[in-house]
């Protein structure tokens, strides 16, 4: 395994463990000095280059990331993607069925 660089250790250390009191994005943004998006990419390298268990909560007032620890954080996790994929591929199968103007 890799080892992580000095932004994704950053990360790593301010992401508490457990899903009862996850770090919403603005707060991760404010204690780093980074933009939303730089600090959503070094949490995707995190996940996918190095198999970090990070999740993430939606609902507000408790939504924010976290470092998984068990099997019902995971599969809490898993749930909301798993339901945007299903969702984008029902838009990328209407979009490939419809109708163009210039068939008709």
Known sequence: MEHLDKDE???MDLLPKGM???RPLK????LTG???RRVRGVINRLIVIHHKPIGARYERPF???YIITNDQE???ALAPLTSQIMEMTKRAQAISNAQLESEE
């Open 9 to 11: 250790q950053r990360i």
């Open 20 to 22: 009862d009191r996850p």
């Open 27 to 30: 707060e991760l943004m404010k």
């Open 34 to 36: 980074w933009s939303s």
């Open 63 to 65: 939504n924010g990331y």
């Open 74 to 76: 995971r599969t809490a």
